[in-house]
């Protein structure tokens, strides 16, 4: 018989919060009428932990702050009072290496598409889980491939909402053709980004470019925090829109996000990048943000 998952079967041991609570993973809840399950009304974060530490905190909390505003929401609670939650979860679930996730939504109310004035409490929670470092590292090794989709979503890709089905879908439809990710191609032929991830692509010359900011792309931390520490590397670096073919005929390609920095792009829709295997400037952007960020590159 095939093991199913299920979320009350958890790994024992891991601790969610939810509202004000510290509670089994596989026990922790929020009431059917929250918003963000009955119309996605929420944002959300995601850091990497390294030796019990949140990667980027202050960045990812800017984004939270804003994401929030941008839907008329205030954080449920100070930054301070944020951060020792964060870290009582991390502490709590004894997982020195992994990813804390973190979710607010306009909280649970009779349904109706206006929210009302004085708002029900936000629903915050947190969760934590291990990251798989063996995947990581093999993804680091010997890079990933990435398949192209139509960019479906809507008008505010800058905001992090929890609203992520064409980010799954596009997901999807990457891994049944045998990718690792999914780059989104919008209606002009241009890359905006990965599903979850911010797309980058090094030129002949050696420049390294990636989509300018606007409400086509998610305002990745990694993608900020490698922009400052390859500014402060003085390597040549362009925030600008890049075609499908710029792409395929880039030197190296890679990826970022929090789950993983600099992953290298080998393959673009079954078509070799550069070598076909992880390139050298890419490595050198993951050392240089991993050194910015606190992290062990070794
Ligand atoms: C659509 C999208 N773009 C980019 C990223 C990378 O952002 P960050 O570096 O903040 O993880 C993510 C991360 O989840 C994402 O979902």
Request: glycine share 8%; charged share 25%; net charge positive.
């Amino acid at each position: 018989m095939t093991k199913k998952w299920s979320a009350s079967r958890a790994p024992a041991g891991r601790i969610a919060y939810v509202n004000g609570r510290y509670l089994p993973h596989g026990e922790a809840a929020v009431h059917i009428e929250d918003r963000a399950l009955q119309l996605g009304d929420g944002i959300y974060e995601v850091t990497n932990v390294i030796n019990f530490q949140p990667i980027d905190e202050e960045a990812h909390l800017e984004r939270m702050e804003r994401s929030l505003r941008e839907i008329g929401m205030a954080m449920p609670m100070g930054r301070a009072a944020l951060k020792l939650v964060m870290r009582e979860v991390i502490a709590r679930n004894r997982i020195p290496n992994g990813l804390l996730y973190l979710q607010v939504t306009r909280g649970a109310v009779r349904r109706d598409h206006v929210p009302p004035k004085d708002g029900p409490r936000p629903t915050l929670i947190l969760t934590m889980r291990a990251q798989d470092m063996a995947g990581l590292a093999s993804r680091m090794q010997k890079g990933i491939a990435v398949s192209t989709q139509p960019d479906i979503r809507w008008g505010r890709c800058d905001i992090k909402t929890v609203q992520l089905l064409p980010n799954l879908l596009a997901k999807q439809a990457a891994k049944a053709a045998g990718a690792f990710e999914a780059w989104l191609i919008d209606a002009d032929g241009y890359v905006t980004e990965g599903a979850s991830t911010n797309a980058w692509i090094v030129d002949a010359d050696g420049t390294v470019i990636t989509r300018d900011l606007s409400n086509a792309i998610l305002p990745g931390v990694t993608r900020r925090i490698m922009l400052e520490a390859m500014a402060e590397g003085q390597m040549k670096v362009v925030e600008r829109k890049f075609t499908l073919s710029e792409a395929l005929a880039a030197r190296e390609a890679f990826i970022s996000s929090a789950t993983g920095a600099a992953v290298p792009v080998v393959a673009i829709d079954g078509k070799t990048i550069g070598q076909g295997v992880p390139g050298p400037l890419t490595r050198r952007i993951y050392g240089l943000y991993a050194a910015r960020a606190g992290i062990n590159s070794d």
